[in-house]
């Protein structure tokens, strides 16, 4: 009943600036966190960053000083700004949701960086 719907990818330029955004529909009870993976074609699906529900963030090292992540709670939606954009960071950005020892995940939003 809990589906995720992501938005916001696209390609930009190196040191570009891009916004995904992933919003939670459905019944959904005792939301721990959200957060977002990504993967590119051959590479591990690599966790980027998350969020509690009580705020506190925590980022992949390669994306600390570049990468926010936020939320509205009451929107069930979580965003990451992106910043600074590398060709590296090129992959699909999967959103996610923990609740109730379950992970939801969305449908993967391409995200992608030319050089």
């Known amino acids: 009943q809990v589906q995720l719907l992501e938005s916001g990818g696209g390609l930009v330029q190196a040191g570009g600036s891009l916004r995904v955004s992933c919003s939670a529909s459905?019944?959904?009870?005792?939301?721990?966190?959200m957060g977002w993976h990504r993967q590119a074609p051959g590479k591990q699906r690599e966790r980027v960053a998350f969020?509690?529900?009580?705020?506190?963030?925590n980022y992949v090292e390669s994306v600390k000083g570049r990468f926010t992540i936020s939320r509205d709670n009451a929107k069930n939606t979580v965003y990451l700004q992106m910043n600074s954009l590398q060709p590296e960071d090129t992959g699909i950005y999967y959103c996610?949701?923990?609740?109730?020892?379950?992970?939801?995940w969305g449908q993967g939003t391409q995200v992608t960086v030319s050089s």
């Open positions: 969020i509690l529900t009580g705020g506190a963030t």
């Open positions: 459905g019944t959904i009870f005792s939301i721990n966190s």
């Open positions: 996610y949701l923990a609740a109730l020892g379950r992970i939801y």
